[in-house]
C-alpha cells in the first residue's frame, strides 16, 4: 500500500529490506486471487488467479508477476499499476488482503493460501486509512489474515431476527462457526464481529459511533442521521451526494485496535436491514468498499459523481 501521510522512516526500511525476500525457498502456498481497480473499485484494471503460488511470496513479488509495476522509496511502495499512477493531488494505491488494510507495506506482507489481495487506486482526501472493506467477501470470514482464520461473532437486534437468520445461514454455507449474541457484547480485538440491526439498534455501539464520526474515523461513506431515519451516502471527497429514507440498508465494515473488525449488516427500518441481509452475497459485494441497496437497487460507495 501507498501509505504518503504514514510510513515512517523505519517502515520504509523494513519494506525495503524485505524486498528482496518475494521468491526466497519455501513450499509455496495456493488459491491466491488478486484484483486491481481504481476509483474505489469502480473501474477494473486487471485480476489475476494463481492456483499455486512458487516459493515464500511477499504481496509485492506476486503484484510484479501479473502487472507492469513502478515503485518508490527503494522499491518498498507502490507508484503505478499498468501506468496508473498515484498523483501528488492525494490520490495513490492502497491494498487489502482478505478485505483488511495490512500494516505492513507490500513488500513486507506475506502471501497466505486463499488470500485475497485487492489493489486499488484512488482519493485519500477524506481519509488516508480505511481498515476493512466488503468487496473482497466471503473474506476475511473464511481466511481471516495472516494464514489464521479469526472467529466469528454474530449480534444480532431483538427486531431483526428474519435478516439475521438469513445472514446466519450465509456463514453456514460458507463453513464459517458464527454464534449469535445480542448487540452490545463484546467481540475483541483479535475477532470479527457481525452486527446486523437497525441503526437505532446500534446506536451507542462504538462502530457506530466511528460511523457517526465520518470517514475519517470510519474509512465508511455513508452515514445515518441522529434518530436512524436517512441514509446519507458520501462522495470520495467525503461529501453527501444523496439521501435515502425508508427502506434503506448498508453493508459496510470497519475496526479499530480495541475493537477488532465489525461489520454492519444495517438499515433505517427492519425493511432496510433485511436489504442489507439480503445482499450479504459475494457477488453483489465484489469489489466494493461499502454498499447501501434502496429500492432493489445496489448502490457502492463512496458514491461517484453522477451515479
Known sequence: MTWRVVATASAIAISIALAGCGLGAGKGTSDVA???TRDFGTVSVGSANEPHVPGSQTVMRLLERSFRVTTRYGGGFVQSINGHAGTSARRDWFYYVN???????????????????WWDLHDWSATNS????????????????GGRRLPTTLACGSDTQLACKRVAAEFHSLGVPAPTVLIGTGSGSDSL????????????????????????????????NAGGSSLQLLSPAGKVVRTLGAGAGLIAA??????????????????????????????????????????????????????
Open 130 to 145: 480505511i481498515a476493512a472493506v466488503v468487496g473482497s467477501f466471503p473474506e476475511p470470514f473464511v481466511h481471516g489474515t
Open 99 to 117: 478485505g483488511l488494510q495490512a500494516p505492513l507495506g507490500a513488500a513486507g506482507t506475506a502471501v497466505h493460501k486463499g488470500d485475497r489481495i
Open 193 to 224: 464481529a457481525v452486527v446486523v440491526g437497525t441503526w437505532r439498534d446500534l446506536h451507542g455501539e462504538l462502530a457506530a459511533t466511528l460511523v457517526e464520526d465520518g470517514p475519517r474515523s470510519s474509512g465508511v461513506y455513508a452515514r445515518f
Open 254 to 307: 470497519t475496526g479499530q485496535s480495541a475493537t477488532g473488525t465489525v461489520w454492519l449488516v444495517t438499515g433505517t427500518d427492519v425493511a432496510g436491514v433485511s436489504a442489507a441481509a439480503a445482499a450479504l452475497t459475494p457477488s453483489r459485494l465484489r469489489d466494493h468498499f461499502a454498499l447501501a441497496v434502496s429500492g432493489g437497487h445496489d448502490l457502492p460507495v463512496p458514491l461517484q459523481a453522477g451515479t
Open 34 to 36: 488478486l484484483t486491481v
